[in-house]
């Protein structure tokens, strides 16, 4: 699957804002970002552009994109709050906030 430009750091925006939000960055969650990169065929370079991304610029590029490419990010997103072992409820507002907001279907189950 290829993404633009726009798309890559939109989807680094996200996944980072899912790192940031427990307010701790494990070992796990970076290992699982640069296996993603890798996978993508992101460039690192594109991690700190991304961070000076709007988040709601970011949302409106989740938004537009195809069915296909919402799904691999709902699986990046929840493959990372998984990555360190346990899901915070932080972790889990912050995904489904997202999801809602780019047009993700989703089923909660707790």
């Known amino acids: 699957m290829e993404f633009n430009l726009a798309e890559k750091l939109a989807i680094l925006k ?25 996978m993508l065929k992101f460039d690192k370079n594109l991690l700190q552009e991304a961070r000076d991304v709007d988040s ?6 989740l ?3 195809t069915e296909s490419k919402k799904k691999a990010l709902s699986l ?9 072992g346990k899901v915070d409820n932080e972790e889990i507002h912050l995904i489904l906030n997202i999801f809602k907001s ?5 089923e909660y189950r707790y």
């Open 63 to 65: 938004g537009a994109m």
């Open 102 to 106: 780019v047009g993700i279907e989703y």
């Open 14 to 38: 996200a996944i980072d804002e899912v790192i940031l939000v427990d307010g701790t960055v494990y070992s796990g969650e970076l290992n699982l970002l640069n296996q993603f990169m890798r």
């Open 76 to 84: 990046i997103l929840t493959e990372m709050a998984n990555a360190d």
């Open 56 to 61: 709601k610029e970011a949302l409106l590029i």
